[in-house]
């Protein structure tokens, strides 16, 4: 047996100028219940109480507006036309003041007026819980103004939402920066709502058994009960519950715990002593819907959950697709978690929990686990696909103080696109300089490279397995290619500044240059380690582009007869070690020697250095770049593509 408190009453259809009836109910779909943005006025032609209390999102024992004669309304101004569908009254929890007799009106003008329901009646309230009433209006009218009058006197109403069809701003769109609106009883990212106050963003509904008809193992993913069971439920936003007094789960300040009545008691609960009997079963589903405008994001969504729930959590569906977890026993609240990777599209998603409960008490608290900081790009040049393509979703703790999954030791910082560079460098340069899983790049002597293997260094709290992949531009073509890459081995979950290292076998350094290109990304997407491409999207982790000095050599000088020899010496030892010094050095012109001191060029910074008026071969030590660098000029004979100011590195002579 199936017990539901939906009303359908029929309107009188009466019509007058300014309203119109837009069209027959919308789908319980297309459906909203919209909380006061702030910005609705809420009137009274009589009784006691402020009618502001009927739209101050808080249903609160006692703090209602309460009639005290016949026919008295209340009246809201939502401040613009809605497409009104219906209503949630929300009673006083103190009896017997719950809304009898009433009828409903709308308005566009405050002027004129249409009734929309002529005489509707509540059903006798349960107990004192609280429990939330649906009213459906048989048409859909766009309106600015409702009245709902009460017929009797003595009637009381805590809370009355709109229900309303295609609500633009309905849904939030969820990003990284508002991952906290999946916590239960969310208030902002660091605070929670109090008790009675009703939650912005989980709804609930409910399906009562009080025949106790349902399996033994009721409580587990046998519960006849599904998704799509809730096509015949009306859900209503979810009312915080007081935790001092009915779970001893510790609840911190951002969250807290959601149920489907006032006072925290089952919907179907008999108080003559059925529990933990056959009867009185309840099954509740909370709702949260949300939209996802990024495409990027709807691909690479992660989203955990730790939930606790009186008696236990059964199934939870994104976009109606059952995600199998493994529910626990009949009365257990124990902790449970979930990861949802899958499923999710553009426009408005939907995650949907089922928990089953018998008596007395009922309710959930759902915590979500991370939040994500934005997406970690690469700054290879462009022929590595770097604007756009290969990205990472940078996934930090509740708290945002910790990266789960990097290389090296800084936090990765967010960007909104790739940013191609010469060098590899522009990550380095912009924001914080995060790219240090690499602490070196060892040097081959050969064109030739039986094995070659690099070190990069890795923290992995993500809770899954991860690895590193990584390519070098052997070819030198300007691409990442499949045959470039190698793998790490695996990174446990709880690793923390471990090192892991990754060799190429059999490669053939195309020696266009003496510089190679590298990428590393880090992961634990699902076959990572043999899927991943240069180019791709990644759930988590980091991804970090090297330009590195690869083929370093000393070569012989080259003999021959001098052009002459040096003439000036500077000696700071007590004699040379050398005859005929400094004559003796040839094509020399200033020669110094010593045994305990060094010489030192002059030490500027970049910017020091920007305000010289440079000379070719003008050497300085810049102190920002940690490098000795040269003056080449702006069209210098050899290697014309390296202008102005270079570090000087080490190559091979040629």
Known sequence: ??????????????MVPGITKVD???????QDILLNP?????????????????INNNVVTGISWRSNGINQYVQIDYGSDLDLAGLVYYPDTINPNTVTEYFVEVSTDNVDWTTVISSGTMPPPIGSRGIPVNVNFLDVYNARYLRFIVANSGES?????????????????????????????????TSKKGSSALDSNWE????????????????????????????????????????????NTPVPNHYTWIGATQSREDVLYNTSGAYPGGGDQNTYFYRYRFSIDDPYFADNLRIKFNMWADNTVVRVFVNGADQNITPGGEYDIAEKYIEMTEGFHLGVNEIMIQSYSEPSLQGILIRNMTWCLGNDFGDAPETYATATAPSHIIELNYERTVQLLKMGAANTDAESSGTASADAKAD?????????????????????????????????NSGRDAYIVGWIDWNQNGAFESGEKAVSPVIATGSNNVARTLTWASQVFADVTDFAFARFRISSDDDFNTSASADSYAKDGEMEDYYFLIKGCIKPGTAGTPDGFAKVG???KAASTVANWPESVPDGYLVM????????????????????????????????????????????????TRTGWNCIERACNE
């Open 24 to 30: 027959a109910q919308c789908s319980a779909y297309d």
């Open 428 to 460: 380095d340069t912009t924001g914080t300089d995060d790219e240090g899983g690499v602490v070196s790049f060892p040097s081959i002597s050969s064109n030739n490279v039986d094995s070659y293997s690099v070190d990069v260094t890795a923290t992995n």
């Open 204 to 247: 609930v509904a409910y399906i009562t058994d009080p025949a106790g008809t349902l399996p033994d193992n009721k409580w587990t993913t046998s519960s006849p009960y599904d998704y799509s069971s809730t096509a015949a439920l009306s859900f209503y936003p979810a009312i915080a519950v007081n935790t001092s007094v009915a779970w």
């Open 1 to 14: 047996m199936m017990l539901k408190l939906d009303i359908f009453l029929l309107p009188l259809f009466l």
């Open 570 to 572: 500077i000696l700071t």
């Open 38 to 54: 702030g910005t609705w006025s809420a009137t009274a032609n009589g009784g006691t109480g402020s009618p502001s209390l009927i």
């Open 157 to 189: 109403i805590a809370e009355l939402l709109p229900v309303v069809c295609n609500s633009s701003n309905a849904y939030p769109v969820i990003n990284c920066g508002n991952a906290w609106m999946f916590n239960s009883g969310a208030a902002t990212a």
């Open 593 to 640: 020697d010593a045994a305990s001191k060094g010489f030192v060029i002059t030490h500027m910074t970049t910017a020091q250095r920007n305000n010289l008026t440079p000379v070719d071969g003008m050497l300085i030590y810049n102190t920002t770049e940690n490098c000795v660098q040269l003056y080449r000029g702006t069209a210098p004979g050899v290697d014309n």
